[in-house]
């Protein structure tokens, strides 16, 4: 078992989502830099001023590809650092470093958190070569020297951590979406059930009347032709959405007419108002059952986390091109509206992304919670 778990880890692959080198990045070179500058003026027991410039620049220079290049930046870094000690070693070079070499402490970290396993693994040796080395040439105490070695273990164990966190977070980020695409797909699938049968019915019927009353059988076929473009519609929506094998119910979902039955009498607390406006007709019903389950999702949350919310207002107005559906809590700022774990927006901002709709979900400017989605009325996914 241990060694599938070292092969695992060895064979583990860089995060896909390191971020570019930025503004912050530098600012972090010249907070250090000045750091250093200070030491330099104001300390009288440092090495010579040449080593301390290449020891300066081995430590801060690779800080700027810590994240997509974590193993060259240590090796750089490092394997300088190595080369520098075992010369001041050789020459009996004597005066101390300077404190903000500290800084390579963040290589470290960067390479267990942007780094794969083997470069991990690289990298790890690199720091652990230059250790032994370093202490002798810059003689210190046992219980420094212990230190020094934990400093750099808990910046890497420190690293992976945060690494392993970024992992779970992404994986259950993306089981949220696949839920949300699953719930869509089969309610999308019911949908186009429904009409299947609506068809298989009128055929039956227009094949039992076509001798005696052709003219009726004419009228059927017309709703025949105009369930098949329904059907046809919802099923160009299925299309890229993934549905896992469940069983269903073939019945119509949910849509915009069912937002009314979310509002409240007044004596619930908070009390939810839902107000309907516009034209509604020829609605996709993806985009209905939609508006529906962001609507009751987010009334949800507004009663779970609306802390002293007394009211809740869900509008939706239908236009010739799209649906808006915004719901406002008066919450205490910043309280309402959010799931336990983030991931219930995650799902709703998936649906509506499927849908080729738009959804914001944040702080009101005044009080309170404010969720918006807008979809298009056809529901064309992207």
Request: positive net charge.
């Given at each position: 078992?241990?060694?599938?778990?070292?092969?695992?880890?060895?064979?583990?692959?860089?995060?896909?989502?390191?971020?570019?080198?930025?503004?912050?990045?530098?600012?972090?070179?010249?907070?250090?830099?000045?750091?250093?500058?200070?030491?330099?003026?104001?300390?009288?027991?440092?090495?010579?001023?040449?080593?301390?410039?290449?020891?300066?620049?081995?430590?801060?220079?690779?800080?700027?590809?810590?994240?997509?290049?974590?193993?060259?930046?240590?090796?750089?870094?490092?394997?300088?650092?190595?080369?520098?000690?075992?010369?001041?070693?050789?020459?009996?070079?004597?005066?101390?470093?300077?404190?903000?070499?500290?800084?390579?402490?963040?290589?470290?970290?960067?390479?267990?958190?942007?780094?794969?396993?083997?470069?991990?693994?690289?990298?790890?040796?690199?720091?652990?070569?230059?250790?032994?080395?370093?202490?002798?040439?810059?003689?210190?105490?046992?219980?420094?020297?212990?230190?020094?070695?934990?400093?750099?273990?808990?910046?890497?164990?420190?690293?992976?951590?945060?690494?392993?966190?970024?992992?779970?977070?992404?994986?259950?980020?993306?089981?949220?979406?696949?839920?949300?695409?699953?719930?869509?797909?089969?309610?999308?699938?019911?949908?186009?059930?429904?009409?299947?049968?609506?068809?298989?019915?009128?055929?039956?019927?227009?094949?039992?009347?076509a001798a005696s009353h052709p003219e009726r059988a004419v009228e059927a076929l017309a709703i025949i032709e105009d369930a098949a473009t329904r059907t046809l519609t919802e099923l160009r929506a299925i299309v890229g959405v993934l549905r896992a094998t469940q069983d269903t119910e073939f019945a119509p979902q949910p849509g915009v007419a069912e937002v009314e039955q979310l509002a409240t009498d007044g004596q619930t607390r908070p009390c939810v108002e839902v107000t309907l406006s516009g034209e509604f007709d020829d609605l996709s019903p993806a985009v209905g059952a939609a508006i529906y389950r962001l609507a009751q999702e987010s009334v949800t949350n507004a009663r779970r986390?609306?802390?002293?919310?007394?009211?809740?207002?869900?509008?939706?107005?239908?236009?010739?091109?799209?649906?808006?559906?915004?719901?406002?809590?008066?919450?205490?700022?910043?309280?309402?509206?959010?799931?336990?774990?983030?991931?219930?927006?995650?799902?709703?901002?998936?649906?509506?992304?499927?849908?080729?709709?738009?959804?914001?979900?944040?702080?009101?400017?005044?009080?309170?919670?404010?969720?918006?989605?807008?979809?298009?009325?056809?529901?064309?996914?992207?």
């Open positions: 078992m241990a060694t599938s778990a070292l092969r695992s880890l060895w064979a583990e692959p860089r995060p896909t989502n390191a971020p570019d080198r930025g503004p912050r990045d530098w600012a972090l070179v010249v907070a250090l830099v000045g750091w250093s500058v200070v030491e330099v003026v104001f300390r009288q027991d440092l090495a010579p001023r040449p080593l301390l410039l290449l020891y300066t620049l081995a430590v801060l220079g690779p800080l700027l590809w810590r994240r997509t290049h974590p193993l060259v930046a240590v090796a750089v870094c490092f394997g300088t650092l190595t080369t520098l000690d075992i010369v001041r070693i050789l020459t009996g070079s004597q005066g101390g470093l300077l404190n903000s070499m500290s800084a390579a402490l963040i290589l470290a970290y960067a390479l267990f958190r942007w780094g794969s396993g083997r470069e991990a693994a690289s990298g790890l040796g690199v720091i652990l070569l230059w250790l032994p080395i370093t202490t002798v040439a810059d003689p210190t105490s046992l219980a420094d020297t212990v230190g020094a070695y934990a400093f750099f273990l808990f910046a890497a164990a420190l690293g992976a951590a945060i690494r392993y966190r970024a992992k779970i977070r992404i994986r259950d980020i993306d089981h949220a979406k696949a839920r949300e695409r699953e719930q869509l797909a089969r309610e999308l699938h019911d949908t186009v059930a429904h009409h299947v049968s609506g068809i298989a019915i009128q055929a039956q019927a227009g094949r039992a009347i986390h609306a802390r002293h919310a007394t009211q809740v207002t869900v509008a939706v107005t239908g236009d010739a091109d799209q649906v808006r559906l915004t719901i406002d809590d008066d919450g205490s700022s910043g309280a309402g509206g959010r799931a336990p774990a983030g991931y219930g927006l995650v799902g709703m901002r998936e649906r509506a992304s499927l849908l080729g709709g738009t959804f914001h979900a944040g702080p009101a400017a005044e009080r309170g919670w404010r969720v918006e989605a807008v979809l298009p009325r056809t529901g064309t996914p992207r």
